[in-house]
């Protein structure tokens, strides 16, 4: 008798072993969600695996795009899919426009004069001219100002007009709107106020500007001083620009 009882103590610790070999010998599946789950693969295909689960025979098709990974009993592992990262987790530079627009993206490229940067979920690179930036805060807490450049503001009133920017550079119009065609003649005329004349014509090409909603024109030519010692005005021509999207 005790013979038995001995055999059938073997016999059950064997059974044992034998289960947990068996749980050991299992594929496991890594879900999106977080989830874990242990299986065996019978198939594997390009989109989907056809699996069971332990202790039933019933044939399950669990679809790739809902898995992270798949770690196999031999040991391979087969990624399926990238995390999704928690908002918190998926941190993103601040883009900060000099006409109020914020964008948020990931920075890719900063350059002298540009930066490049993608949307959340897009892999299209975008390329803006920083004298359309207020400032970029990046996801690491450094923070780039651009106050030193053209500093172009929105204009939204024709009082604006001091705020209008002169350029004479041509890689300062890098990004900026083309709106119109400027010219104006000052009424300050005679050998000697071509200077005060000049200065009165840009006035004016400014406060043209400012009224279209521009915050910056382009001088496109040399100020016609021709005839001022007879009286004649100086006449300034130059081309009003402003910021992407900042219309009045």
Known sequence: ????????????????????????QLDSLFYLNGKIETVSVLKDNNESIECTYPGENMLTTINKSKLLKIVF?????????????KEEEA???????????????????????????????????IVITKNTLNRIEFASGRTEEYGSLLNIKVIT???????????????DLKGLEKVEEISKASGWGGQFASGLGYNDAIKKCKKEAAN????????????????????AGVRVNATAYRLPNSKK
Do not use: H
């Open 73 to 85: 009993k031999s040991g391979r592992m087969e990624e399926c899919n990238q995390p999704i990262l």
């Open 91 to 125: 941190k993103l530079d601040k883009i900060y426009m000099a006409n109020g627009d914020v964008i948020e993206g990931k920075i890719i490229k900063d350059s002298d004069e540009s930066i490049e940067y993608t949307l959340p979920n897009e892999t299209v690179s």
């Open 212 to 231: 279209m909603g521009c915050g910056l024109i382009y001088i496109v030519d040399s100020p016609n001083r021709q005839n001022t010692q007879y009286g």
């Open 1 to 24: 008798m005790k013979k038995f009882y001995l055999l059938a103590i073997i016999a059950l610790s064997l059974s044992g072993t034998q289960n947990t070999f068996a749980q050991e």
């Open 157 to 171: 009133s024709k009082e604006q007009w001091k705020d209008v920017v002169v350029s004479y550079n041509e890689s």
